[in-house]
């Protein structure tokens, strides 16, 4: 059974420092995975796709990274903002069957100006 | 295009009263799921239609809930009769492909109390 676990829970840091959040998959059979990021009262937005395959995804100030093997995956946020402040999940879809995502409890940034 | 819509945003209802929460999904998305998120836990799977047939629905708690999707374009999530630990949001998601290589798009949730 696919398990996500997401490290830290919370995390509060000064702004234009840069970060990593962390998330780990206990069964490395995947077909992709996602980050999301879920501001308080509204719904996910996606961030990051990353497929079974590839290791890195980049897009403006995140880089997402995928070490299936190890079942790992960590969101690099460069020169954090205020506005960067939310809850960010991770998430990974099976290989086989509804492909449906198994989430983690997600990391709370919070980032101060 | 048009993104996933779910409404209510919000409803609050009394413990053993009926809810209906819907969600529209992006046009031309056979694939359609359906999650929620309690207080304190993580986002977990309820079902998944193809269409309006329903894949998997492992996820459905009881059968307090019910899921249609008629004719394969919006859904319905019923909750009847509602119990406390019903509370959470409720969020759908819509996929051309259940494999997409686009992910999913999910919609902005319903937050539903019972009290």
């Known amino acids: 059974k696919q398990e996500v676990t997401q490290i830290p829970a919370a995390l509060s840091v000064p702004e234009g420092e840069n970060l990593v959040l962390n998330c780990s998959f206990t069964d490395s059979a995947i077909y992709n995975l996602q980050w999301f990021r879920q501001d308080p009262g509204k719904g996910l937005t996606s961030l990051l796709l990353?497929?079974?395959?590839?290791r890195e995804q980049t897009s403006g100030r995140l880089n997402a990274s995928l070490d299936k093997s190890s079942g790992r995956s960590t969101l690099y946020i460069a020169a954090s903002q205020p506005g960067d402040s939310a809850t960010y999940l991770c998430?990974?879809?099976?290989?086989?069957?509804?492909?449906?995502?198994?989430f983690g409890t997600g990391t709370r940034l919070k980032v101060l100006a | 295009e048009a993104g996933v819509t779910q409404f209510p945003s919000h409803s609050v209802i009394e413990k053993g009263q009926t809810v209906t929460l819907r969600c529209d999904p992006i046009?031309?998305?056979?694939?359609l799921y359906w999650y929620r998120r309690v207080m304190g836990k993580e986002i977990k799977f309820l079902l998944h239609?193809?269409?309006?047939?329903?894949?998997?629905e492992s996820g459905m708690p009881n059968n307090r809930f019910l899921a249609e999707r008629t004719g394969g374009t919006y859904s319905t999530l019923k909750v009847q009769p509602a119990e406390l630990e019903d509370s959470g949001v409720y969020f759908c998601?819509?996929?051309?492909?259940?494999?997409?290589?686009?992910?999913?798009?999910f919609g902005s949730g319903t937050r539903l109390t019972v009290v």
């Open positions: 239609f193809v269409k309006e047939s329903k894949q998997d």
């Open positions: 998601a819509s996929s051309w492909r259940p494999h997409s290589d686009y992910g999913y798009t």
């Open positions: 998430a990974v879809s099976g290989t086989s069957g509804t492909y449906k995502y198994i």
């Open positions: 990353i497929q079974s395959s590839q």
């Open positions: 046009s031309g998305h056979d694939n």
